[in-house]
């Protein structure tokens, strides 16, 4: 086992995970930066980071786009705004724009569930760390990348407590920079790399992004 750092190889939770890489972007607090939190698993990661280093959070969704005659197959995926696609000339191009609408709106729904009505920050020129709890193949944060690039920040950072050691080059080409905390070379899934891994609840989510909840 060999890790990025002296840290041993198990992380207690997701709290301490945010704390250990708030370490690591120190250079960035109180700079003109923002998390953008990966829910549901990111977002306790990121609000440690934003919370130590005193930067806006706020959270990237983004959905595959399943190939007609395999769901799992990614043949694209879309965000709130920009999408990416592969060539697939197969592919009805109707397919294609009713899945981008029906993605759309689940995404919408969930982005009006964590952050009420509240627009998402705009990232021009900002620079953007994105956080998750773990990358395990990284096909999806791949994506979230490429469609904040079309957004224009000044610089994408990737902060992520575990991921398999194999997958290091492919965000060291994609993000501008990348912080880890532990690259396995034998990966268990991002779970067992935490003592304690309890599926995130929304209702935590959204207390976490400090949305002022509707019950008050």
Same mark, same amino acid.
């Given at each position: 086992? $060999?890790?990025?750092?002296?840290?041993?190889?198990?992380?207690?939770?997701? $709290?301490?995970?945010?704390?250990?890489?708030?370490?690591?972007? $120190?250079?960035?607090?109180?700079?003109?930066?923002?998390?953008?939190?990966?829910?549901?698993?990111?977002?306790?990661? +990121?609000?440690?980071?934003?919370?130590?280093?005193?930067?806006?959070?706020?959270?990237?969704?983004?959905?595959?786009?399943?190939?007609?005659?395999?769901?799992?197959?990614?043949?694209?995926?879309?965000?709130?705004?920009?999408?990416?696609?592969?060539?697939?000339?197969?592919?009805?191009?109707?397919?294609?724009?009713?899945?981008?609408?029906?993605?759309?709106?689940?995404?919408?729904?969930?982005?009006?569930?964590?952050?009420?009505?509240?627009?998402?920050?705009?990232?021009?020129?900002?620079?953007?760390?994105?956080?998750?709890? +773990?990358?395990?193949?990284?096909?999806?944060?791949?994506?979230?990348?490429?469609?904040?690039?079309?957004?224009?920040?000044?610089?994408?950072?990737?902060?992520?407590?575990?991921?398999?050691?194999?997958?290091?080059?492919?965000?060291?080409?994609?993000?501008?920079?990348?912080?880890?905390?532990?690259?396995?070379?034998?990966?268990?899934?991002?779970?067992?790399?935490?003592?304690?891994?309890?599926?995130?609840?929304?209702?935590?989510?959204?207390?976490?992004?400090?949305?002022?909840?509707?019950?008050?």
């Amino acid at each position: 086992f $060999k890790s990025g750092s002296m840290y041993n190889e198990l992380l207690n939770d997701r $709290k301490e995970a945010g704390i250990l890489l708030s370490e690591r972007l $120190k250079k960035y607090q109180n700079s003109n930066t923002i998390i953008l939190a990966v829910p549901r698993g990111g977002v306790p990661v +990121g609000y440690e980071i934003a919370k130590r280093l005193h930067l806006p959070m706020d959270i990237v969704l983004s959905k595959k786009i399943g190939h007609p005659n395999n769901k799992e197959y990614a043949i694209g995926a879309v965000s709130m705004n920009p999408m990416t696609l592969k060539e697939h000339p197969e592919v009805p191009q109707r397919y294609i724009e009713d899945e981008v609408i029906r993605l759309r709106k689940l995404l919408k729904e969930k982005y009006e569930l964590y952050m009420g009505n509240r627009e998402p920050i705009d990232i021009q020129g900002k620079n953007v760390i994105v956080v998750d709890d +773990g990358i395990a193949t990284g096909n999806t944060l791949i994506a979230s990348i490429s469609m904040l690039r079309k957004k224009e920040p000044a610089k994408i950072i990737v902060a992520v407590p575990v991921l398999p050691a194999d997958v290091i080059p492919i965000f060291q080409r994609n993000a501008d920079e990348f912080v880890y905390l532990i690259a396995a070379k034998y990966f268990r899934g991002v779970g067992g790399f935490y003592e304690q891994f309890d599926q995130v609840e929304d209702e935590e989510v959204i207390r976490m992004l400090g949305v002022p909840s509707a019950i008050q």
